[in-house]
C-alpha cells in the first residue's frame, strides 16, 4: 500500500479521481488498545463495523484474541486473518446450516438466541453433532431502552418474561448461559447502560439460574465531528463513560460475573479517512464522487457529525468567495438515484470548486462494510496515512445535524 504524511499529500500527488481510503493503523491501534485498557472484560471485535484484512490482523497483531461474527464471510475472514482467535457468533437469528457450519468446521462454542424456535434450531445441531451442552455457552439478548443513532432493540431481544424463560430452558438443557444486551450503536445517553444493566438484573433475578457471563454489547460512541450549531451537550467521552459503566456494573451487582463487550464503532471509526473529489459544483450542491450507496450510508441515516478538511487543487487559480467563509453544501453522491443525496448538509468554505477534493475524516465504521456496486460504482483504493486526521490541519468543516432547505 502507497505511503503518504497526509491525506492533503496523498490527494496532490495522485490527483485521485475515485474515492481514496487513508488507513491510519497507529489509530487503529491506540483506540484498540484504549477500550482494552479501559473496558474490565474480554473484548470482541465486532466484525460487521468494518472486516477489512487490514483491520482484523492489524487488530490481532496489538493481541486483540476475539471477534464477534454475524456470518459464514465474517466467519471465514476471521480464521484467515486471525487464526487463533476466539469468535462469539452473536447474531441472534441464524440459518441452521450456519449454526452448524459454525459449531462443526470452526468450532465455535458461544452463540446467542432471543427465541425459543433458535434454541430449537441450536439443540438440533448440537443433537446431531452429538456435542456436549456444557460445552457450549448461550447468551439471551434481552431488549432495552436507550437513545442512539441506531436503535437495535426494535429489532431483536427478548422481552424481560420471556429472557427468564430461555435461561431457565436452556439451563435444564445444559446449556451455559449468559444474558447479553445491545444498547444501540452511537448511544445519546449516558444513562443507556445504567438501564440495561436494570432491566440485566431483573431477568437474571427472575431466572435464577448460574450465568458464566454478560455481554454488554456495543454501542460506545465514536468521537466524531464537533457541529457549533448543535443545541444539545455532546456526550461523555469515552474514558468517562466506562468510569461510569464500570461504577454501575459494580451497583447492579455484575461485579464477579465475566463480561464481555462487543464494541465496533470506538475501535475502528478514526481509523480510516477518506478523500473524496468534487465532480461538480452547481450553486450551493457539490456531486461528490462517493455517496450513500458507497461510503456515507451511514452518516446520512446515523447523524453523525463527520469532520471535513477541504484540499483544494492549486491547478484552480481563479476563485470566488472567501475561504474563511464556511457555508452549508447540499452533497450529492455519485450514482444516478434521486435518493443519493446526504440528508444533512456539509459545512465547507464558500471557495470549493470543481474538481477540488475533500478529506472527510472518522469513516471507518459501517463505511466500507457497507459499500454497494450499484450504478458500477465500488470505492476500493487504500493508502496508507501516517499522520491521524486530528493531528495536524484543523478540520475546515463537518457535517452538520441540521437539515438544509433547496
Ligand atoms: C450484535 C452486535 N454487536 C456489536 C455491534 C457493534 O456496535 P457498535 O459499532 O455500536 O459498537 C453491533 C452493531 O450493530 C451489533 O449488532
Same mark, same amino acid.
Given at each position: 500500500?502507497?505511503?503518504?504524511?497526509?491525506?492533503?499529500?496523498?490527494?496532490?500527488?495522485?490527483?485521485?479521481?475515485?474515492?481514496?481510503?487513508?488507513?491510519?493503523?497507529?489509530?487503529?491501534?491506540?483506540?484498540?488498545?484504549?477500550?482494552?485498557?479501559?473496558?474490565?472484560?474480554?473484548?470482541?471485535?465486532?466484525?460487521?463495523?468494518?472486516?477489512?484484512?487490514?483491520?482484523?490482523?492489524?487488530?490481532?497483531?496489538?493481541?486483540?484474541?476475539?471477534?464477534?461474527?454475524?456470518?459464514?464471510?465474517?466467519?471465514?475472514?476471521?480464521?484467515?486473518?486471525?487464526?487463533?482467535?476466539?469468535?462469539?457468533?452473536?447474531?441472534?437469528?441464524?440459518?441452521?446450516?450456519?449454526?452448524?457450519?459454525?459449531?462443526?468446521?470452526?468450532?465455535?462454542?458461544?452463540?446467542?438466541?432471543?427465541?425459543?424456535?433458535?434454541?430449537?434450531?441450536?439443540?438440533?445441531?448440537?443433537?446431531?453433532?452429538? &456435542?456436549?451442552?456444557?460445552?457450549?455457552?448461550?447468551?439471551?439478548?434481552?431488549?432495552?431502552?436507550?437513545?442512539?443513532?441506531?436503535?437495535?432493540?426494535?429489532?431483536?431481544?427478548?422481552?424481560?418474561?420471556?429472557?427468564?424463560?430461555?435461561?431457565?430452558?436452556?439451563?435444564?438443557?445444559?446449556?451455559?448461559?449468559?444474558?447479553?444486551?445491545?444498547?444501540?450503536?452511537?448511544?445519546?445517553?449516558?444513562?443507556?447502560?445504567?438501564?440495561?444493566?436494570?432491566?440485566?438484573?431483573?431477568?437474571?433475578?427472575?431466572?435464577?439460574?448460574?450465568?458464566?457471563?454478560?455481554?454488554?454489547?456495543?454501542?460506545?460512541?465514536?468521537?466524531?465531528?464537533?457541529?457549533?450549531?448543535?443545541?444539545?451537550?455532546?456526550?461523555?467521552?469515552?474514558?468517562?463513560?466506562?468510569?461510569?459503566?464500570?461504577?454501575?456494573?459494580?451497583?447492579?451487582?455484575?461485579?464477579?460475573?465475566?463480561?464481555?463487550?462487543?464494541?465496533?464503532?470506538?475501535?475502528?471509526?478514526?481509523?480510516?479517512?477518506?478523500?473524496?473529489?468534487?465532480?461538480?459544483?452547481?450553486?450551493?450542491?457539490?456531486? &461528490?464522487?462517493?455517496?450513500?450507496?458507497?461510503?456515507?450510508?451511514?452518516?446520512?441515516?446515523?447523524?453523525?457529525?463527520?469532520?471535513?478538511?477541504?484540499?483544494?487543487?492549486?491547478?484552480?487559480?481563479?476563485?470566488?468567495?472567501?475561504?474563511?467563509?464556511?457555508?452549508?453544501?447540499?452533497?450529492?453522491?455519485?450514482?444516478?438515484?434521486?435518493?443519493? &443525496?446526504?440528508?444533512?448538509?456539509?459545512?465547507?468554505?464558500?471557495?470549493?470548486?470543481?474538481?477540488?477534493?475533500?478529506?472527510?475524516?472518522?469513516?471507518?465504521?459501517?463505511?466500507?462494510?457497507?459499500?454497494?456496486?450499484?450504478?458500477?460504482?465500488?470505492?476500493?483504493?487504500?493508502?496508507?496515512?501516517?499522520?491521524?486526521?486530528?493531528?495536524?490541519?484543523?478540520?475546515?468543516?463537518?457535517?452538520?445535524?441540521?437539515?438544509?432547505?433547496?
Amino acid at each position: 500500500m502507497q505511503r503518504f504524511d497526509t491525506a492533503k499529500a496523498a490527494a496532490l500527488e495522485l490527483r485521485p479521481d475515485e474515492p481514496v481510503y487513508c488507513f491510519h493503523p497507529s489509530v487503529l491501534k491506540a483506540d484498540a488498545q484504549a477500550f482494552m485498557g479501559m473496558f474490565p472484560g474480554k473484548t470482541a471485535y465486532a466484525v460487521k463495523t468494518n472486516g477489512e484484512p487490514m483491520v482484523l490482523k492489524t487488530l490481532a497483531e496489538i493481541g486483540v484474541n476475539c471477534f464477534d461474527v454475524a456470518s459464514p464471510g465474517e466467519i471465514r475472514a476471521v480464521r484467515e486473518l486471525a487464526p487463533k482467535a476466539e469468535m462469539l457468533y452473536m447474531h441472534p437469528i441464524k440459518a441452521q446450516s450456519d449454526i452448524r457450519l459454525a459449531l462443526e468446521q470452526y468450532g465455535i462454542r458461544v452463540t446467542v438466541v432471543d427465541h425459543e424456535d433458535e434454541v430449537t434450531k441450536v439443540v438440533r445441531v448440537v443433537r446431531a453433532l452429538d &456435542i456436549d451442552p456444557g460445552q457450549i455457552t448461550i447468551y439471551v439478548r434481552i431488549q432495552t431502552k436507550g437513545h442512539a443513532a441506531y436503535e437495535l432493540s426494535k429489532k431483536f431481544g427478548a422481552g424481560p418474561a420471556q429472557g427468564v424463560e430461555l435461561l431457565q430452558r436452556l439451563h435444564r438443557s445444559g446449556f451455559k448461559v449468559g444474558i447479553c444486551f445491545h444498547v444501540g450503536s452511537q448511544i445519546e445517553d449516558p444513562d443507556t447502560y445504567d438501564r440495561a444493566l436494570k432491566s440485566a438484573d431483573w431477568v437474571r433475578n427472575r431466572a435464577g439460574v448460574p450465568l458464566v457471563g454478560l455481554d454488554v454489547g456495543g454501542g460506545f460512541p465514536a468521537e466524531y465531528g464537533h457541529d457549533p450549531n448543535r443545541k444539545v451537550p455532546d456526550m461523555p467521552s469515552i474514558g468517562q463513560l466506562m468510569s461510569r459503566l464500570r461504577s454501575d456494573i459494580e451497583e447492579w451487582g455484575f461485579g464477579d460475573t465475566p463480561l464481555v463487550a462487543e464494541p465496533g464503532r470506538v475501535i475502528v471509526a478514526r481509523a480510516f479517512s477518506l478523500i473524496v473529489r468534487v465532480l461538480l459544483r452547481k450553486g450551493r450542491r457539490l456531486y &461528490i464522487n462517493d455517496g450513500i450507496w458507497a461510503s456515507l450510508s451511514d452518516s446520512w441515516t446515523g447523524k453523525i457529525t463527520l469532520p471535513a478538511k477541504f484540499i483544494p487543487d492549486p491547478a484552480i487559480r481563479q476563485r470566488n468567495g472567501d475561504a474563511a467563509n464556511i457555508v452549508p453544501f447540499k452533497v450529492c453522491g455519485a450514482t444516478c438515484d434521486s435518493v443519493d &443525496i446526504l440528508s444533512r448538509p456539509f459545512w465547507l468554505p464558500e471557495t470549493v470548486d470543481t474538481g477540488d477534493w475533500i478529506e472527510i475524516g472518522h469513516i471507518g465504521a459501517y463505511s466500507l462494510s457497507l459499500r454497494t456496486r450499484f450504478n458500477g460504482f465500488y470505492p476500493d483504493r487504500f493508502v496508507e496515512v501516517m499522520t491521524p486526521f486530528d493531528d495536524g490541519e484543523r478540520p475546515h468543516g463537518y457535517a452538520s445535524l441540521e437539515t438544509m432547505a433547496d
